[in-house]
């Protein structure tokens, strides 16, 4: 967390709406879009409270960044299924009354929201945890500002917690629900988000209703340089 504040406040100017929203203690799963690489760092910087992490397994990290994963307690997840181990450390985690960090859509996706992979749910539930949605976008470019001289405006959104659910027991019932719970934590993140970074949830009814309940509605980006969308 220390080395978090340190760089957070060096590499960009920050701006955070919406810290009332966090849980005063923990656990809790934080639920976050993930546009760049420096993600948790400017998430450890928002929350400034230990979180542990779930990485993928199978994603390089360049030697420069080598001590991230001591840093962050990166818990190794394989992207396409939840091990047992994976498990077992992320329930110990919420056990203990820790924040567990998960970016839901299962990877670096630069630019727009995808669709979610189920885990962060799943451990929710498993836990008995509420997830908080959270949306961070302008850090894709603080890294390369700082090299410039140019301390890169980053924008860090934190919405109100929901959950955890009750899931059924006959995995059918599970797996749809587990889908309709992903799809609205996807909602909130987006309702987090300026409309041309929702991707596939923009024109999703239930992002205005988030935005009033959370009384926050996000700054237009209008610092970064407009890229087309995917199709």
Known sequence: TYVALLMGSTLARIKIKGRQN???RGPYVLACNHFSDYDPLFLSYAIRK????IAASDQEVE?????????YGWIPVDRKRLSPSTIKRSLAALKSG???GIFPDGGVSYNLLN??????????TLGNAPIVPISIYGAERAWEGAFRGIRSRVCINIGKPFGPHKIA????GKEAQLEVIGHEMMCRIASLLPINRQGHFKNDRTIRD???????????HYFFKKRP???
Request: charge should be positive; hydrophobic fraction near 40%; charged fraction near 20%.
């Open 169 to 172: 027991s006959d995995k059918k």
């Open 22 to 24: 966090l849980p005063q």
């Open 63 to 71: 030697w420069m960044f080598a001590w991230a994963p001591y840093i």
């Open 115 to 124: 669709k979610p992979k189920k885990g962060a749910v799943f451990l929710s």
């Open 50 to 53: 230990p979180i542990s992490f």
């Open 229 to 231: 969308e995917q199709p």
């Open 98 to 100: 820790h924040v567990l």
């Open 210 to 220: 988030h935005q009033k309940n959370n009384r926050l509605v996000p700054d237009h």
